[in-house]
């Protein structure tokens, strides 16, 4: 199956659990998205059952439609992953994930529509929804010690991705927690859990044009303040999953420690997995992107993103020093 090498772990490794092998395909710059041109490159001499993309960042893939019209012909399956783009359209109004044969949208943490837990599938007519549901209604219930097990998880993850360990050491430990914690993501939600999604839901388009005024916020705060770097570049249509900016890779350090001394919530994802699933990377696009990115949070008030401004642009300024001393 071919997936995005920037995509989110918890993408891949149903992959794995379904028997499959993930192959990943690189992106293009400045989006983080993958196109026509880098999957036809990534499928030569293979025949993928699937094909998995991701409208990354709440950017919608520009691509879908001749992407969804390729796998068509080549008869492969299509899975749109909207797990951060809930509420995207194409410029032409389109939605994302009215394009694949089935389509994932994510309730869980910091999305569009944020519950802590859950999401949404669909499918397209004549596609096995009644398996689907089959197959959720067997898994095991999400519950406490899940949700404690999956921060578990992600601590892990953060300390694995931060050491200077080997990346054979890195991959072989990363493989072995992928069946240890099976059931962090091979989970289903109660009815209760259910209906505090769908309730959620309802705010969907409230909750995107407040993602989209922080982001503009953002852009008016901190334009000509950055020099060297660039904001990530949203289209129309676009649902901003973060204020992102790219960065020079061997600067990012620095100025991850200068925001975090400001108590700049800033984070560094996504970063490219395809190292941790095998052992000889070639998605040099993806890899790049993933060191460069920066992002900062967007569901905050007003008054916080000014705040947030001026101490991140002063960490800027002062990492700029030290690196340029």
């Not at 108590?263 to 998605?283: H, M, R």
Request: charge should be neutral; hydrophobic fraction near 40%.
């Amino acid at each position: 199956m071919l997936v995005p090498s920037n995509v989110c772990y918890a993408a891949v490794f149903p992959v794995a659990y379904a028997g499959a092998r993930p192959v990943f395909c690189d992106v293009e710059a400045p989006s983080g998205n993958v196109s026509l041109r880098t999957i036809q490159k990534a499928c030569e001499g293979l025949q993928p059952a699937a094909v998995l993309v991701a409208h990354m960042y709440g950017n919608p893939l520009q691509d879908i439609r001749a992407i969804a019209s390729w796998c068509k012909d080549a008869g492969l399956i299509l899975i749109e992953d909207c797990a951060s783009a809930m509420g995207a359209t194409l410029p032409d109004g389109a939605p994302v994930g009215s394009f694949g044969d089935y389509a994932v949208y994510s309730t869980g943490y910091a999305k569009t529509v944020e519950v802590g837990f859950g999401g949404l599938v669909t499918a397209a007519p004549g596609f096995l929804v009644s398996e689907v549901i089959r197959i959720c209604s067997g898994l095991p219930c999400l519950c406490a010690e899940t949700e404690e097990r999956d921060a578990l998880f992600s601590r892990l993850y953060r300390a694995l991705r931060n050491s200077s360990a080997d990346m054979s050491f890195k991959r072989l430990l990363f493989t072995g927690w992928q069946e240890a914690f099976r059931d962090v993501f091979l989970c289903s939600i109660s009815p209760a859990q259910e209906r505090r999604v769908r309730e959620a839901v309802v705010t969907l388009g409230e909750r995107a044009e407040l993602r989209r005024l922080a982001q503009r916020r953002y852009e008016g705060l901190l334009q000509g303040r950055l020099p060297g770097s660039e904001i990530y570049p949203y289209g129309d249509g676009a649902v901003p999953w973060r204020f992102s900016v790219r960065v020079p890779a061997n600067f990012r350090p620095l100025l991850v420690e200068e925001s975090l001394k400001r108590n700049v919530p800033i984070s560094d994802w996504y970063p490219s997995i395809e190292g941790l699933f095998s052992p000889n990377p070639s998605c040099a696009v993806a890899k790049r992107l993933g060191e460069e990115m920066v992002n900062l949070p967007l569901t905050v008030p007003m008054d916080d993103i000014a705040r947030i401004s001026d101490d991140f642009a002063a960490a800027y300024q002062e990492a700029k020093g030290r690196f340029n001393a």
